[in-house]
């Protein structure tokens, strides 16, 4: 099929971007793909917070049509195998997901897939969800009030007792082989999440499950500790080689574009920015492909701190925009110095 409007190239792009990186390709993958379902909505109605799916979409119900009209145009000319998939809601009733206000949901339920690939895993089942709320809310099942954790559904939050599942035991995060072999020894378990209003998202706590399952995990853990730890050890001295030949290269793309720049300190830098876990722009994703946007802001941010007044001005009071506005012709100027070829 060729494309003709922008709404056929858009979608057909999307698709078949789609289908190369993972063989298989849905109608939930493609709108959220094309923007057209905000992932937090998403989630909403995975957990039964929305009727159906058009209630979450950021277009119109003609609109979501027409997309779908033209997706099963490129299906069809792809030779694609069809794949009928069970949307399940995350609450404690597990109904099926609705994507349609009519009802005529045949047409989303379906993914295509390449004929060679296996039909496994095409959909993964949203976790149930337990929320640990930030104050007392009273339960919609029973008439309850109650500081401990609810599970949100439509009618409103319900305690524990209601949902089946005060028998479970939370188990918190941090060791994340426990709580993989936990849940998978649990017939029943939910994540635990608790809502993060400065970030303003959902950080997980831990999990409920089974006291079974956590018994079971634990001796699991216990029986091969010993090579994990081993296991650990190879991964660790992997990692820190794989840093250290990123780092390098990190300085050899600092040095390319800033010719006058010391060695020593563009090894400084690439060992600053590129530390892993650290969150700075060396570890995005651009800086591990050496973008040179990413490490000209790597380099900006050691002049800044390292030649320029900056720290001492926020340090006196003064505020972080007027601080850098003061110092941004101190910037330049060491860029214009560093640019300039040996």
């Not at 809310?137 to 409103?156: H, I, L, P, R």
């Not at 490490?295 to 900006?300: E, F």
Request: hydrophobic share 40%; aromatic share 4%; proline share 4%.
């Amino acid at each position: 099929m060729q494309p003709a409007t922008k709404l056929e190239r858009r979608v057909v792009t999307a698709a078949e971007q789609i289908l190369a990186k993972r063989r298989n390709v849905s109608p939930l993958d493609l709108l959220t793909a094309m923007g057209w379902l905000p992932q937090g909505r998403v989630a909403d109605w995975q957990h039964g917070r929305a009727p159906h799916l058009e209630a979450i979409a950021a277009v119109s119900a003609d609109r979501l049509a027409d997309a779908m009209e033209i997706f099963h145009r490129w299906v069809s000319g792809r030779g694609l195998r069809p794949v009928e998939i069970s949307y399940m809601a995350a609450t404690r009733d597990r109904q099926p997901l609705r994507f349609t206000a009519a009802g005529d949901d045949q047409a989303y339920r379906t993914s295509w897939t390449s004929a060679d690939s296996s039909a496994e895993k095409l959909y993964k089942q949203p976790d149930l969800v337990v929320v640990l709320p930030p104050k007392e809310f009273t339960c919609a099942g029973c008439g309850d009030t109650s500081a401990g954790m609810q599970m949100v559904e439509a009618a409103g939050p319900i305690c524990l007792a209601c949902a089946d599942m005060d028998h479970l035991v939370f188990l918190p995060a941090g060791d994340a082989t426990l709580t993989r072999r936990a849940k998978k020894a649990s017939r029943l378990s939910a994540v635990v999440v608790r809502h993060n209003r400065s970030r303003r998202r959902d950080e997980r706590q831990g999990l409920l499950v089974e006291r079974s399952a956590i018994e079971q995990a634990e001796q699991d853990c216990l029986s091969d500790e010993e090579a994990r730890a081993r296991r650990r050890d190879r991964d660790r001295v992997r990692r820190e080689a794989g840093d250290e030949v990123f780092q390098q290269h990190l300085a050899a793309e600092i040095v390319r574009l800033f010719p006058r720049c010391p060695a020593r300190r563009a090894e400084a830098i690439s060992r600053h920015t590129g530390v892993r876990g650290s969150g700075r722009v060396g570890r995005s994703a651009a800086g591990r492909a050496l973008d040179p946007d990413a490490v000209t802001r790597a380099v900006i941010a050691s002049i800044r701190h390292e030649d320029t007044s900056y720290d001492d001005l926020l340090m006196s009071g003064v505020p972080r925009d007027e601080a850098r506005t003061r110092i941004r012709a101190d910037i330049d100027r060491v860029l214009a110095e560093w640019r300039t070829c040996a």
